[in-house]
Structure formats: structure tokens, C-alpha cells
């Protein structure tokens, strides 16, 4: 059984893992703006944005998210929620886990969840709500987005203190009575991605508790 659940976090954690390698970018260019990309102009500053998102940097993306977070373009939302995935932390925890289960060591799901910056991944759900506010906008969005900003939206009120552990959380979001609403509460929420994702709480389920 343990083998089937670790075979299970595998397959569900390796989408959220790529989209981290879906661009690398190279940032050479703009290395001098790490100081401050606040400073650029708009335009400079969505190019800085997209050259650091996937680099590994999560400083950078940081910063680049937090010099563009302001701006209401639908596309720059979307842009802006990716940059604060990478800046949480989760890819990188994903990552270990990915490795650990390759090895054989497995930790606890406390531990790789201490590494991650939830406020980031609060940021992240709340720039991909205005970025799909844009109909032609939430049309670029992939499934493995929408599971990530599912599972930052779950870990983030998990650890903000939303609802008091895992498996309550996926039995509240289980209620029949339960309506997806991306601008909701914290299982609104949850559940609009997770649905958009097309995956399901079983998958959530299997993901946080395969030890």
C-alpha cells in the first residue's frame, strides 16, 4: 500500500514540479536589476519578470513579482501568480520530495511544507483570481496551474490557520454543499481550481498523505 501511495504522490506532484521547467529563461541581461526591478520602467519591468520566472531564483522572482503585482493587466495577473509560485518555495519542496521518494528516505509532509513562504502562495491564488477574470486570460491556463494555485489556496489556509489540519481540510472540501468560487473563502477557492484543474480531493488526498 505505502508503494501505491508514494507511485500516487509521484504522479500527482510531477505536474506541479514541471510547470517550474516549463520556461528558463536566461537572465544575464538583466542581473543588474536584481537590486531593485522597481526602478524599471513598466515595460522593462514585466521583461525582467518573465526572464526570472523559472530561473530557480526565488529572490528575484520576489521581487519581480512584487514590482509588477500592481499592474491589472489580465496577461501580467497570470505572469505575477506564476512569478509567486516560484517564489514560495514549493517547487523546490516538490522537488525534495520527488527526490526523497527516489531514495527511499521520505520526511514528513511537515517538514517539506516548512520551507515553503505561504503568503506567496497567497499571492499566488490572488493573481490568478484577477488574471482569469479575463476570459481569453483563463483560457492560457493549464491544469498543472490550476493544481498548484489549488494546493497553494489548501496549504496557505492550512497554515494561516483557515481550518485546523489536512484531512479536515478535505473533508470540508468534500461537502456536497460546497460552492466553487474563486473569489470565497479559502475552500471556495480550493475547489474552483481544483475543479478547473481537473483533478479531484482524492488526488489532494493522495498528495498530502502518502507517508
Known amino acids: 500500500m505505502k508503494k501505491i501511495l508514494k507511485g500516487t504522490l509521484l504522479i500527482v ?27 524599471l520602467s513598466e515595460a522593462q519591468q514585466i521583461s525582467y519578470a518573465k526572464s526570472v520566472l523559472g530561473s530557480g531564483d526565488q ?23 506564476k512569478l509567486a509560485v516560484g517564489a514560495s518555495g514549493i ?4 522537488q525534495q520530495a520527488l527526490e526523497d521518494l527516489e531514495s527511499g528516505s521520505t520526511s514528513s509532509l511537515e517538514t517539506y511544507l516548512g520551507t515553503i513562504d505561504s503568503d506567496m502562495l497567497n499571492n499566488a491564488v490572488t493573481s490568478m483570481a484577477s488574471a482569469t477574470n479575463d476570459s481569453n486570460t483563463a483560457s492560457e491556463v493549464t491544469s498543472e ?19 485546523i489540519d489536512f484531512p479536515t481540510a478535505i473533508t470540508d472540501l468534500d461537502d456536497p454543499a460546497l460552492t466553487a468560487d474563486k473569489n470565497g473563502t479559502w475552500d471556495q ?13 482524492d488526488d489532494l488526498d493522495s498528495m498530502l498523505n502518502y507517508s
Do not use: H
Not at 496551474?145 to 481550518?163: G, H, M, P, Q, R
Open 59 to 81: 529572490q528575484a522572482m520576489a521581487d519581480a513579482y512584487e514590482a509588477i503585482k500592481d499592474n491589472t493587466d489580465p496577461e501580467v495577473q497570470l505572469l505575477a501568480s
Open 145 to 163: 496551474e490550476y493544481l498548484t494555485v489549488a494546493a497553494a489556496s489548501l496549504i496557505s489556509a492550512v497554515d494561516n490557520n483557515k481550518v
Open 189 to 201: 477557492q480550493t475547489l474552483y481550481y481544483l475543479d478547473q484543474s481537473g483533478y479531484t480531493t
Open 13 to 39: 506532484l510531477l505536474p506541479i514540479f514541471l510547470i517550474s521547467c516549463e520556461q528558463m529563461f536566461t537572465y544575464s541581461m538583466f542581473e543588474w536589476a536584481q537590486r531593485d526591478p522597481s526602478n
Open 91 to 94: 517547487n523546490e519542496a516538490v
